[in-house]
């Protein structure tokens, strides 16, 4: 339920006070609720955050509360999964301690995924990555867990979505070896 509720506020900003209110609630209910959170509830949980940026600690104090559930999530995820987490945490700096640890801790998610990504799972997850920095080693960490996935993937990249993962890559330098390999 509190994934739910998190998933619903996929549109709103952070910088509004209301929302960051809501957001103090449903801290409240992420560090009470008991249930280890499976795939889906991972995913909507980070989805929700997309429109979202941690410069507020409503935001960060959120994103510890979910480190644990993200981290007991035993449940493998699905590719549209993978890349609705990770498309959840596009607004979040490199900057954030919370935000690569919530990314640290999607590697081995991301890592035990077998299912084929399609170019829209490829293009999000990317995309999800806009404000890291190849300079961090969770960064460099996930694009090569992501490599394998792009390379299986044998739909076609319309503009739309090599745009979309291009732009995911945009705070990240080609002296990386891992951001060549993705390129």
Do not use: W
Not at 8 to 24: K, T, W
Not at 94 to 105: G, P, Q, V
Request: proline fraction near 2%.
């Amino acid at each position: 339920a509190v994934s739910a509720a998190l998933c619903s506020m996929q549109g709103m900003s952070s910088d509004s006070p209301e929302v960051r209110s809501m957001l103090a609630a449903l801290l409240i209910s992420v560090e009470s609720c008991t249930q280890d959170f499976d795939a889906q509830a991972v995913s909507m949980a980070l989805y929700g955050m997309q429109q979202m940026n941690d410069n507020n600690a409503e935001v960060r104090s959120l994103l510890s509360a979910l480190l644990p559930k993200v981290q007991s999530c035993t449940e493998v995820l699905g590719s549209q999964e993978v890349a609705m987490a990770l498309y959840g945490i596009k607004e979040m700096s490199r900057d954030s301690d919370e935000a690569r640890a919530i990314l640290s801790a999607l590697l081995p998610k991301v890592e035990c995924c077998k299912e084929v990504f399609d170019a829209q799972a490829v293009s999000m997850a990317l995309h999800g990555m806009k404000q890291m920095s190849s300079d961090d080693a969770e960064v460099r960490s996930m694009l090569l867990v992501l490599l394998p996935k792009m390379e299986s993937c044998t739909e076609h990249f319309d503009t739309r979505r090599i745009a979309m993962a291009l732009y995911g890559l945009k705070q990240m330098s080609s002296d990386s070896t891992e951001v060549r390999a993705v390129l």
